[in-house]
């Protein structure tokens, strides 16, 4: 064996026995880079007589052509199993399901908050806020509800304790007696003293009173809605409520009655009953109240929207009318979910959730039937 014989055999198992492209890429710079032996051996062909270098000439280019190629074979392997090795790691596994696993539900008050705001979007309604911790002006004075009266007695009020700046007093000199919102009417005022007429808007959220039973709960839920327009009456707001209660129930057999009543920011006012059938021992709304076991029962409150109100908010009540209402949410909730005791609402047990809860891509429509 020639010494060209021995240098071959030694660079082709070196090749051979590359395990990694970097690897393959030392033993290719070794024989065939600048400084390669290989080309070591090229550059004495020049220094060769003549007939040494008609024989040695092909062999170097030989070995040359072998190992070159046998870094090409061994490179496009590597190269091969590399792929190999990626493909067997980035697997997909095609068998999992296509929805995300569903944990977790919508809570029966915001699926009720939900189909309310998709019912009234329909009518021409948008959702207006306000604040929780509301001033006495906006949850009272101005709803016309002076100092004295007795309105706000009945109110179980949560108060704040005054907030006095650094120096004692009142950034505006104006002493306000802040409170727990006693309920959604201040977003009445709010509304009105910020928006222009045509107003229509419903106002859902949490509201506040000193008060716990099996149907009390010191936090609640209510909505409110508000219409103030040239020319509104009674029986738009018959009408509105009527098309409410039959969304929301999803049952055409609703039956109003409107109550004469008294709240202080409604003139006329009426409490709003519905009738209810027996159904299995159980009230169901709709349906006839004078057939066997069923009645009326109260749902919400509502009027036509006290001048003085419409005054105190810097509009002229002689332009302008509206209607009010106002609506306890989780009683809604109850009625048409069947609960029976409001405090499971907020004892966060997770059973209960799961069971009453509705899956969060179910959401509302009115061609779904509000509930889907
Ligand atoms: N704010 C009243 C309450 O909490 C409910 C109510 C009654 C709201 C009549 C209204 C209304 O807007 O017109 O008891």
Redo the contacts with the bound molecule.
């Keep these: 064996m020639t010494e060209l014989d021995t240098m071959r055999d030694h660079m082709l198992a070196a090749i051979a026995a590359s395990a990694s492209l970097d690897a393959l890429d030392t033993v290719r710079v070794d024989a065939l880079g600048k400084q390669g032996r290989i080309t070591q051996l090229l550059k004495t062909l020049g220094k060769m007589s003549p007939d040494e270098r008609q024989v040695q000439g092909p062999r170097i280019q030989a070995l040359r052509e072998t190992v070159a190629s046998a870094i090409a074979t061994r490179k496009a392997e590597l190269e091969r199993a590399d792929l190999d090795a990626r493909l067997a790691s980035e697997t997909l596994d095609m068998t999992l399901p296509v929805e995300p696993a569903l944990v977790g539900t919508i809570h029966p008050v915001s699926q009720v908050m939900d189909e309310l705001a998709e019912i009234f979007a329909d009518l021409g309604f948008a959702v207006a806020t306000g604040p929780e911790i509301e001033d006495d002006w906006h949850n009272f004075t101005a709803l016309n509800i002076p100092e004295s009266h007795p309105a706000r007695a009945m109110h179980d009020t949560f108060y704040c304790e005054p907030q006095p700046d650094g120096d004692g007093s009142y950034a505006d000199g104006v002493a306000r007696k802040m409170l727990l919102r006693?309920?959604t009417?201040p977003v009445?005022i709010r509304t009105m003293l910020t928006q222009k007429p045509p107003i229509r808007i419903i106002a859902p959220g949490r509201t506040y009173r000193s008060d716990s039973d099996a149907t009390h709960t010191p936090m609640f839920h209510?909505v409110?809605?508000l219409v103030i327009d040239k020319g509104i009456t009674l029986g738009h707001l018959k009408w509105t409520l009527e098309t409410f209660l039959k969304a929301f129930f999803e049952r055409d057999d609703i039956t109003l009655r409107l109550r004469p009543s008294y709240?202080p920011?409604?003139e006329p006012?009426a409490e709003v009953d519905v009738g209810y059938t027996m159904v299995k021992g159980k009230r169901v709304i709709g349906g006839g109240p004078d057939s066997d076991g069923g009645g009326w029962m109260e749902v919400l409150?509502?009027?036509m929207v006290h001048p003085k109100v419409i005054a105190a908010c810097g509009l002229d009540p002689a332009e302008y009318q509206g209607f009010?209402?106002?609506c306890g949410i989780d009683r809604l909730a109850m009625l048409k979910y069947g609960m029976d005791d409001l405090r499971a609402f907020f004892d966060g047990d997770i059973r209960w959730l799961k069971h009453y809860g509705f899956s969060a891509l179910d959401v509302p429509t009115l061609s779904g039937g509000v509930g889907a």
Excluded: L
């Design positions: 006693t309920h009417s009445q209510q409110e809605g709240f920011f409604t006012s409150g509502s009027g009010a209402f106002g």
